[in-house]
């Protein structure tokens, strides 16, 4: 049973380009949940999905960022026209029905020029 | 205001010696309690996990104990190795809510030979 998955494992971007970071939950779990973490902090919440619904996207901020998840498809984590203060690594997490542990994949690490 | 807060932040140890983390939460109605280990470059993993009732669990050379009257909880390493090198991370959960999760900063581990 193959883990959560995240791609690109690493992102390079230049300022004012996006940037899709794509998250695929454990097998038979519905519940997706993205994190942001700043070197040397914790780990921030910004997203909670479940199919094709948005939970909980009080962590997230209110412009350039927008993230779904498809009923067929991993969850993408959109971030429009990049800043150099959006790097950072990003994390998923997904959880089953019952939504206590949650699982998380490697991150992504998006680095703006 | 629920929060999490870790001590100390890093912490540098010669290999087979022990150390204590600590975790003071102020989250309330709590939930459970896990500490993970993060180590660079990779997400979070679980390592325990402590209900209400719960004063100690073990797994292998971690053991965390919990005094839910004080709002603390400890992670205590045993016979360090090179390999518990890491992020160790408390995070709390509140009862309630679709997204509850409360998560400190770390505390950064490094074991030296």
């Known amino acids: 049973n193959a883990g959560v998955m995240q791609n690109p494992r690493h992102l390079v971007r230049r300022r004012g380009q996006e940037a899709r970071l794509r998250c695929s939950p454990m097998k038979g779990h519905s519940h997706v949940y993205w994190y942001r973490q700043l070197p040397e902090e914790g780990l921030k919440f910004m997203v909670y999905?479940?199919?094709?619904?948005?939970?909980?996207e009080s962590g997230m901020p209110k412009e350039r960022f927008s993230a779904e998840f498809p009923k067929e498809g991993p969850s993408i984590l959109r971030i429009q026209q990049v800043v150099r203060g959006d790097s950072a690594a990003y994390f998923c997490?997904?959880?089953?029905?019952?939504?206590?542990?949650?699982?998380f994949g490697p991150g992504t690490r998006l680095t703006v020029l | 205001k629920n929060q999490v807060e870790q001590s100390p932040q890093s912490l540098i140890i010669l290999e087979g010696k022990n150390c204590t983390l600590q975790c003071n939460y102020t989250v309330s109605p709590f939930s459970n309690l896990r500490w993970y280990k993060q180590d660079t470059g990779r997400g979070p993993v679980s390592l325990t996990i402590m209900t209400f009732s719960e004063n100690t669990k073990s797994n292998g050379r971690y053991t965390a104990t919990l005094d839910a009257d004080t709002k603390q909880s400890s992670l205590h390493i045993t016979a360090s190795q090179l390999s518990d090198s890491a992020s160790y991370i408390c995070v709390v959960r509140f009862q309630t809510g679709a997204n509850n999760l409360f998560f400190g900063t770390g505390t950064r581990l490094t074991v030296i030979p």
């Open positions: 997490a997904s959880s089953g029905q019952g939504g206590d542990e949650q699982f």
């Open positions: 999905l479940q199919k094709e619904n948005i939970i909980d």
